[in-house]
């Protein structure tokens, strides 16, 4: 079987299981233009090239897809696991006229909710969902009820199957490639949106969609912003910049992050980026499953204490997946499973930005670095 099928079906099974768990006959998720949250394109394997789209997976069979812009319909059809794919509508019901100025996705739904008679609909990322939308299925599906599972759906995403991973190591894999480079696209005088557009040309020649990259003086926010974009700024003799690589590969993130200077790092910003280092090495040995992310902060936070530093904040990263912020790290319980991905760079109060981020999988028996670059400050020309 096509191991494209094998995901979707992979997927779709879990989410019903969980709609099932939660008594719903739907599961509809919202997604923007840009692909935030990812959760429509977890579900329908599609990103909106246009606007805002909508998946709505049934309990029984069946997937519809409705853009916002009808334009992007010929192309979903095509790559897309929808079963169907629908432009926005107003509904068939005659209150359609008094609810909306015109066609909605919304609109669209509704109409498909009716025709299956479904009255409990599960939603995810309900901080997406259009509260106008809330009050036209009322209007016209009298007694539907919106149930939050948000939750659940957020815990099947973070644990990533075996195709997952190997997209989230070919984007760290790519993170790499431009890392390699550094020292070539690093140099006095040039300017800084120079180095990120060298950046980015490597990652589309290795087939990255798009990505998420940095160049920022250091220390962050201190120099004299005399621009905007701050891009336009030169790379100066002498200074240190914080560098940030995120490609998305075929849909998943990788990051690779760290200080790249053209001179010797000043002795106080070594020493807080060998301790937020010492830090991170140190809790990995917590990174494994059935342990709490929490106690990994703790051990951040103890460590970074004994060699004189407090912690930034309880953040030390964020999981990664179809979002380069799947979910934030923020200091509570969040337990461990295999598959899961993150990004972790502690940082230390007083120094903003001075950290190394890498991507890491939770594996059976602990943790995996998947990029692989030296966690060294890279000292250029």
Known sequence: MNRLVEERDRRWAAARDIMRDNGVDALIAVSDYGDQNGLARYLANFRSSYDTMAVMLHADEGCDLVLTHAGGIPIARQISWATDVLPRALPDAGLGHNLAKGPTVGGQLVNRLAA???????????????????DLFEAVLPGLELVDVGTQILRLRLIKSAAEQALIR????????????????VRVGRKRYEVLADVEHVLRLEGCEDSFNLCMSLPMLQETLDRNPYSALPIEAGHPYLIEVSPRYLGYFGQQTGIVATGPLPDEMRRAYEAVNRAREDALALVRPGNDLADVGHAIAARLRKDGYEP?????????????????????SCLLEEGMTFIFHPMVAGHPAVMRADTYLVTATGVERLTSGDTAPLVVG
């Not at 299956?116 to 809330?134: H, L, N, Q, T």
Request: no cysteine.
């Open 116 to 134: 299956r008679g479904a009255r409990r609909i599960g939603v995810a990322g309900a901080e997406y969902f259009p509260s106008g939308w809330k």
């Open 312 to 332: 930034a904040s309880p953040s030390f990263g964020h999981a990664v997946g179809l979002e380069l912020e799947d979910w934030h790290i923020d200091g509570s």
């Open 170 to 185: 070919e984007a760290s894999r790519i993170s790499d490639l431009a890392w390699s480079a550094m020292p070539e696209f």
